[in-house]
């Protein structure tokens, strides 16, 4: 019972600080970010879907994969926003979901971007055996891996707690991963399983893609095309990098809320502006960038 005062307490000390600083005007950058990227995302996977020879490729099959991945966590996360800064209280079990639900879209686009990097460094590293390697066929069903893998951590914990919380049908005054995670009786080792969660799928989708491109380099080193400074190949890798670096970027700065969250010491103030500045301009830009880098080029 006491857990749950401290999260009640917690959430309007939360809220009051964010209408404490005019955080609520972050909204303004996430509706900017969010309209582009629905603005473009559906057209060019209409292009896809539409286009029968566009289907049969695997890097348009993971680019469609990655774009719908994008609006669904846009819509998703834009939601939880404007509920938490307008004051707009959801019943527990609503906020659980779609905290569930916008953790597999980021889970699944994330996990797409990683596989798109392994299709590349397979149809440089094996081109004459690429298409047996990756058929559509096969990349449908590893897309299909791919989204019940990013939605069975979420799954599970929305179980658990749905399970053990008795209390589930009280409204919050603001919807937050932390927050909602750390009111039942398992908190701390809930936070502990999501941080940890995080952080293996951070390491190892890294170290994935740093392994595909050490070996794309020495691979292709020897055909001279990284011979020039401004060549073609060192632009789409530079490109390439720094959109990999946004996308796990806010990854790695969640982890940090993670730490913050368990040390009392560290102001409300500093945990909200982690917060909203992640959720409502870091996740939000490489999905604002992307379909303009990969899909319209």
Request: hydrophobic letters at 50%; charged letters at 10%.
């Amino acid at each position: 019972r006491g857990g749950l005062n401290e999260s009640s307490q917690n959430s309007e000390l939360w809220f009051m600080t964010l209408r404490n600083w005019h955080l609520q005007l972050f909204l303004i950058p996430a509706a900017i970010f969010t309209t582009l990227t629905l603005t473009i995302n559906p057209l060019l996977l209409i292009s896809i879907t539409s286009s029968r020879s566009l289907r049969q490729e695997t890097r348009y099959i993971l680019l469609a994969n990655t774009l719908l991945a994008d609006v669904l966590f846009l819509v998703l996360n834009l939601s939880i926003s404007i509920c938490n800064m307008t004051g707009q209280q959801l019943r527990k079990q609503l906020c659980e979901v779609l905290i569930a639900a916008t953790v597999t879209a980021y889970c699944g686009g994330v996990m797409t971007i990683t596989f798109m990097v392994v299709d590349t460094y397979v149809a440089v590293r094996w081109p004459l055996h690429y298409q047996n390697l990756l058929p559509t066929s096969r990349t449908k069903k590893i897309l299909a891996g791919v989204w019940i893998l990013a939605a069975l951590y979420p799954t599970t914990v929305v179980i658990i707690l749905e399970t053990l919380d008795v209390s589930s049908q009280r409204r919050q005054r603001v919807c937050l991963m932390l927050m909602t995670l750390g009111s039942g009786s398992l908190g701390d080792a809930m936070i502990i399983g999501v941080h940890t969660y995080f952080s293996l799928g951070v390491v190892l989708c890294s170290s994935l893609i740093l392994y595909c491109y050490i070996h794309l380099y020495f691979v292709t080193k020897t055909a001279g095309i990284w011979q020039s400074r401004y060549s073609r190949a060192r632009v789409t890798l530079l490109a390439h990098a720094v959109m990999l670096l946004l996308y796990f970027g806010p990854g790695l700065v969640f982890a940090v809320e993670l730490i913050l969250f368990h040390h009392p010491s560290v102001s409300m103030d500093v945990r909200v502006w982690v917060n909203i500045t992640n959720f409502n301009l870091l996740m939000l830009l490489p999905r604002a960038c992307f379909p303009y880098l990969y899909g319209l080029r």
